[in-house]
């Protein structure tokens, strides 16, 4: 597409492209935005030298569009153009964009993909960690799903729970890169290459004297937390269960280990929870204190794909503003360049309202979409990972039970709403006109 507009003179044609999510997944009532700004500094750096440009000119459907021409923009290609977005861990819902940008069409056009990609995947499981750390009720959770996913993916998931309340991860790059707290325990490994259970756990203890986690379920969970308690003592921080009847368990568990005197020692639970089989535990009355979430955290297993969309809704030629919009069914959007205004209850969500950029907010209202890039420059320096988390977690604490309820909304009135403001219908229905006739 880069290649057709350069070809047939259009390069220069101005674009505004927004990213949405048409609908919620259907167990979700609300998503945590996240990997906005790595997508906006991914875009800002992205270039192409020499072997990128051999290896396109080895392609065959690009061979031939590929002519010195070309390989001179492509060489001389910067993101030079306008960007407003909304702050990673703002919670946002279907209709209302995410982003907007406005660039030269081959620039609008070639962050497609990688935004998309950023976003998605990052979103989607910020979205699924929210609900899993609401579900814990206060009990800490620990990301445990590097196993599950990608590596890269991995990195992304464990920064994806921190924004919206983990308190760790098990992935130790994650915790190099953003400074994440690191955590964790040996594997069934450990204990199965000992000769018993008993001098795995001494073996564990010298090398962690400070104080140690260990999983006790290889064999016999419940002799397991007797073992545990005589060997580590003072030095036992937790013990970990991972399989079995969890509720059952820890509360034989919690009583070893305040009969042997280790009643601060932790009880961690793991083991292909969610944030169901998490409340379930909580409203029996479990006394598990932390919980290791994997893999339906990492792979947002009920949800497990995000559909955001990334589409042009005007461009500029020739000094005409043409507003463009899809009118297929289930698939329309709106034309025009919009911005979105949310009214607050304190730091609660009640309404957002979409209207189109020029509009004016109205009393009590904050407009979500603020700039970030101007020219091809950050207009605004990226906010840290512990401010976003902060903000994030605020907002999470504060919404409703209507949008914190984990099962899937069935009457309208438990979904958030997303008012359209009548100049934004008005235009669709003058774009509808000038292409249906």
Same mark, same amino acid.
């Given at each position: ?30 998503l945590v935005a996240n990997e906005v700004e790595a997508a906006i500094d991914a875009a800002l750096a992205l270039r192409f030298d020499d072997d ?49 940008? #406005? ?147 820890s509360r034989e568990v919690r009583k070893i280990l305040d009969r042997e005197g280790c009643p601060e020692a932790k009880v961690v639970a793991s ?23 994997? #893999? ?131 235009l669709l229905g003058e774009v509808a006109k000038r292409h249906r006739g």
């Open positions: 597409m880069a290649a057709g507009y350069f070809h047939r003179g259009l390069s220069h044609t101005r674009a505004t492209c927004e990213l949405f999510v048409r609908r919620l997944p259907r167990p979700r009532r609300y990128d440009l051999a290896y396109l000119r080895d392609v065959p459907g690009l061979r031939d569009a590929l002519t010195p021409e070309l390989e001179a923009y492509l060489r001389d290609f910067r993101f030079r153009g306008d960007i407003d977005a909304v702050p990673d861990g703002t919670l946002v819902f279907a209709g209302a964009p995410l982003m907007r940008v #406005t660039a030269d069409i081959i620039e609008a056009q070639l962050f497609e993909t990688l935004v998309l990609s950023m976003v998605n995947h990052g979103t989607m499981v910020a979205s699924k960690a929210a609900r899993i750390v609401h579900a814990a009720a206060g009990r800490a959770v620990l990301e445990f799903g590097t196993r599950r996913t990608h590596p890269a993916a991995a990195i992304g998931a464990a920064r994806a729970a921190y924004l919206v309340g983990a308190v760790g991860t098990s992935n130790v790059e994650a915790g190099r890169r953003y400074g994440i707290p690191v955590s964790g325990t040996a594997a069934h490994m450990w204990t199965m290459t000992h000769d018993d259970e008993v001098s795995s756990f001494e073996n564990y203890v010298a090398t962690f004297p400070k104080g140690t986690f260990l999983l006790i379920d290889t064999y016999d969970t419940l002799r397991g937390a007797e073992r545990a308690a005589k060997v580590a003592k003072d030095k036992l921080r937790g013990v970990r269960l991972d399989s079995g009847d969890l509720d059952g368990l083991g292909d929870l969610n944030e169901y089989s998490i409340d379930r535990l909580l409203r029996a009355g479990a006394p598990i204190d932390t919980f290791g979430v994997g #893999t339906e955290l990492v792979c947002s297993k009920d949800a497990p794909s995000l559909g955001g969309v990334y589409k042009v809704v005007q461009y500029e030629r020739d000094g005409k503003v043409v507003p463009v919009g899809k009118l297929s069914e289930g698939k329309a959007t709106y034309p025009g360049p919009h911005q979105v205004f949310r009214r607050l209850d304190g730091k609660c969500p009640i309404r957002d309202r979409l209207t189109l950029v020029d509009a004016e907010p109205e009393e009590g209202e904050v407009p979500l979409l603020v700039p970030m890039v101007r020219g091809g420059e950050r207009c605004s320096p990226s906010s840290t990972l512990d401010e976003r988390r902060a903000t994030a977690m605020a907002t999470l604490a504060a919404l409703p039970p209507g949008l914190t309820a984990l099962e899937s909304p069935t009457p309208k009135a438990e979904m958030y709403p997303v008012v359209v403001d009548a100049p934004v219908q008005a």
